[in-house]
């Protein structure tokens, strides 16, 4: 069988395997790059399944970033009948489209609410001992 995850990103959760091209809400990066979506809620291979408390900790999907593009536009309007009120509002989401490459362990670095983090990570900076006074 197909081994499976389950991603949240964006608010949204999305069913993918290896090799699926998905198009979710926008993510940083460009054309090219490779990100890992460490929120997997489930994990599964048809005979096993593993199911995240919320998320399965130590476990990532990584994932190229085909293109960045938006979505069709969408018209809001609104009407009320008898009192001369009407407003048309447009609206294109932002959108990433990613090949999904890999599912499994990983070590993941969170990034800031966007779900993903990039592979680059930040070492912590050493502390300082005191100086020591002379006597």
């Not at 070492?123 to 006597?135: L, S």
């Amino acid at each position: 069988m197909i081994m499976f995850a389950v991603v949240k990103t964006g608010g949204k959760q999305y069913k993918v395997s290896e090799g699926d091209v998905v198009i979710i809400e926008r993510l940083e990066g460009s054309a090219g790059d490779t990100i890992t979506l460490d929120h997997v809620l489930m994990l599964g291979d048809g005979k096993d399944l593993k199911v995240g408390t919320p998320t399965l900790e130590g476990t990532v999907v990584t994932a190229e970033i085909i293109e960045q593009g938006r979505g069709d536009k969408v018209i809001v309007f609104k009407k009320k009948r008898r009192h001369n009120y009407r407003r048309k509002r447009g609206h294109r989401q932002d959108l990433t489209v990613l090949r999904v490459k890999a599912i499994g362990a990983g070590s993941a670095k969170k990034a800031a609410s966007t779900g993903a983090s990039k592979s680059e990570a930040k070492k912590p900076a050493a502390k300082k001992a005191a100086p020591k006074k002379a006597e």
